[in-house]
């Protein structure tokens, strides 16, 4: 046998043993970088599944928020509980904005694909909706003042104390619209529009946003609806601007001017530190009754009226799903 054909013999059965020269470089099967079982389930081509995304959302915010409230209601600040009412706003405000932030990290996706651009933050955007969310009251309640069943009566309050507790609900009243409009319209919009589309979400959130008004003590269903309905025109808002500071900005305006400007009950509340000793006359389909003006009837004629008011006067569509790879949603990134 020839020298050099041994030792290349001897070198192909020393490579590696029990293994041909040609196996040893076999191309890996394809089942060996599929994604794994479990990202497979958790993951889609747009990165978190959107019903996991809305599951793990609910999970975490509902025990921040029964700890914040917790925590917030067993201090008492204040003689008549108002800073006390402060404090846990902003804690169920920290509680619903956490969880979209882990899972903005988890999603990848940047703060302002949530509906709260911090670039926006008390802009133009949330100005106009001020704007807006005090006119609507103001004709609201500018109708059934016409009609006599609403009387706006003296003052409650003088000098010094009206600035102090104007100042103190306009605090309060943006921290409820943050809260509010985020929980209902923020992460929550996103989500299920990458499911089931934008407006059979509105739907739904607009549907729920209305019946958590439910432990407002003096709420009854009229007062419901009119939540709903609202809360579906903050959609629209959301839709044909691309932010929620619109209706942030709305939301605060309408119910400082409910609460202390026009001093009437609030989804069937009356707070103290009112402007006014006002007061409602008549049926209470028309009045509102106990649950204030948002009971009335004419409440839904004035979400209409503003309905078709801001449909005509904002009229592009700037809100939108991002869109992401597959290898971005599987982590596979360059």
Not at 262 to 291: A, C, E, M, R
């Amino acid at each position: 046998m020839d020298e050099r054909t041994n030792s290349s013999s001897e070198e192909q059965e020393g490579s590696n043993p029990g293994e041909s020269p040609s196996s040893a470089q076999a191309p890996t099967p394809d089942f060996a970088v599929q994604p794994s079982y479990v990202r497979t389930v958790f993951l889609g081509p747009k990165g978190l599944r959107a019903g996991w995304g809305f599951a793990f959302y609910v999970a975490m915010f509902y025990p921040l928020q029964f700890v914040a409230s917790r925590w917030a209601g067993s201090l008492e600040l204040g003689a008549n509980g108002l800073w006390s009412m402060m404090l846990e706003e902003f804690a169920v405000l920290v509680a619903v904005v956490v969880p979209a932030l882990v899972l903005g990290r988890v999603e990848r996706r940047k703060w302002g694909t949530y509906g709260l651009p911090v670039r926006q933050a008390f802009g133009k955007l949330f100005w106009v909706g001020a704007v807006w969310g005090f006119a609507s009251i103001t004709l609201l309640l500018g109708v059934m003042y016409g009609l006599r069943v609403f009387e706006v009566g003296s003052l409650a309050m003088h000098g010094a104390r009206i600035v102090k507790f104007a100042a103190f609900w306009a605090g309060y009243f943006l921290l409820v619209g943050l809260f509010e409009d985020f929980l209902f319209r923020g992460y929550s919009q996103f989500t299920l529009t990458r499911a089931i589309g934008f407006w059979p979400a509105a739907v739904v959130l607009s549907c729920a946003f209305g019946l958590v008004h439910l432990s407002n003590g003096g709420e009854q269903w009229p007062g419901l609806l009119a939540a709903a309905a609202i809360g579906f025109f903050f959609c629209l808002t959301l839709r044909r601007t691309g932010s929620l500071w619109f209706a942030v900005g709305f939301h605060m305006a309408w119910d400082w001017g409910e609460t202390f400007f026009y001093s009437v009950p609030d989804s069937g509340t009356i707070f103290p530190g009112h402007l006014l000793k006002s007061s409602f006359h008549g049926p209470g389909w028309l009045s509102g009754g106990v649950v204030g003006p948002e009971g009335s009837v004419l409440c839904f004629v004035v979400i209409g009226v503003v309905w078709v008011a801001f449909a005509r006067t904002y009229r592009e569509v700037k809100y939108g799903v991002e869109k992401s790879s597959p290898q971005r949603a599987l982590g596979i990134t360059g």
